[in-house]
């Protein structure tokens, strides 16, 4: 744990260290380019079209989501975007940022997740109105990913190793 303090790990890294960060964190910005696209493709990021996705509509000829399907839909998202999440906040957590700015990016990011694997289930099986979620949870996810991508990307390659000292 003393590599999660209050000055950048990340400017101290090796060349190679730094190179495997970059193309992963790269990676992951493209997914999550991705997904925010995937996101506005199917529901335009609005509530109703959340609600017509996952409930149905017969005017669109879209049939409701079973429960396998989002039983598998679920499966797979909590395994992967928790890794992922891990992933890039560890990355996260060794930047310069203060401790309190990081519990609050971090447990948001896993607050995200949860409302992300229940939004559908919520929508399909309780209320359309939880269509809501489905723009204020994307916004509010793909701003932790960036800034858990963004950060990390910063800091390796601008920030001179002996600066990112903040006081807590």
């Known amino acids: 744990m003393k590599y ?3 000055r950048s790990q990340l400017a101290r890294m090796d060349l190679n260290t730094k190179l495997i960060m970059t193309y992963f964190l790269v990676f992951m910005l493209l997914a999550t380019a991705l997904s925010i696209l995937m996101a506005v493709q199917r529901t335009a990021l609005q509530p109703q079209a959340a609600a017509e996705y996952y409930r149905g509509s017969d005017e669109g000829m879209v049939f409701p989501k079973d429960p396998a ?28 940022w203060n401790q309190v700015s990081k519990t609050i990016v971090i447990s948001g990011g896993f607050l995200y997740i949860l409302l992300d694997v229940a939004k559908p289930w919520l929508i399909r099986y309780v209320s359309a109105g939880f269509g809501v979620l489905a723009p204020i949870n994307a916004t509010l996810m793909a701003v932790t990913m960036l800034i858990c991508i963004i950060v990390p990307l910063y800091e390796l390659w601008f920030l001179r190793a002996d600066q990112g000292r903040t006081l807590d």
Do not use: P
Not at 71 to 92: D, R
């Open 69 to 96: 399907e989002l039983m598998e839909t679920t499966h797979f998202h909590i395994y992967m975007m928790a890794f992922v999440f891990m992933t890039t906040g560890h990355l996260f957590l060794l930047s310069a």
């Open 4 to 6: 999660f303090t209050n």
